[in-house]
């Protein structure tokens, strides 16, 4: 089982729809989780971080249960803007590089 | 102030030469990370700095790839006998302190797109 799990997508929303990317891990013992974004030929940037009361950013929410190991990115209202690829990361603990899950990407139209 | 940064921006050369990458980290950051995607997969991890010792090389691919880091700062990549399989992006990332949960978000630099002809 890979460490970090993704739907690869493609995700393809209109404007305005609201979307929801999964993302499983598989060490019980992480501590830390994070969404990055990627863009087409760009680095990956921090979108948020997750925590496990949860915790939204304006159009973003992010959720953790630890229990199922699970993590949740919801989108409202999307924008053009939005198009990239979403990141799930995790960090197995602390003091060590970041796993990345190969990411999904959501392609937004108008 | 200023993020990562990384040097030089592209690379091409061939097969068979050393290539040299740099990084220089945010300023105070302890931490500072190497990993590699190649074209449409995922970010792959090489290597980890805690100062300027590495606790963790596991994700180094071969012997032809090394990294030192110098003044807590600067680091950098070697790869030898560079193949074709190695042409990728190279990223660098650092994070404030990562033996906290609370300061252990990494933050990446735009990378060095290598070509290996």
Known sequence: RK?????PGPFNVPEGATVAFNCTYSNSASQSFFWYRQDCRKEPKLLMSVYSSGNEDGRFTAQLNRASQYISLLIRDSKLSDSATYLCVVNREAG?????GKG???SVSS | GAGVSQSPSNKVTEKGKDVELRCDPISGHTALYWYRQRLGQGLEFLIYFQGNSAPDKSGLPSDRFSAERTGES????????????DSAVYLCASSLNPLAVSTDT???????????L
């Open chain 2, 106 to 116: 990494q933050y990446f630099g735009p990378g060095t797109r290598l070509t290996v």
């Open chain 1, 104 to 106: 999904t990407t959501l």
């Open chain 1, 3 to 7: 460490e970090v799990e993704q739907d």
């Open chain 1, 96 to 100: 060590t590089a970041l796993i990345f």
């Open chain 2, 74 to 85: 600067v680091s950098t990549l070697t790869i030898q006998r560079t193949q074709q399989e």
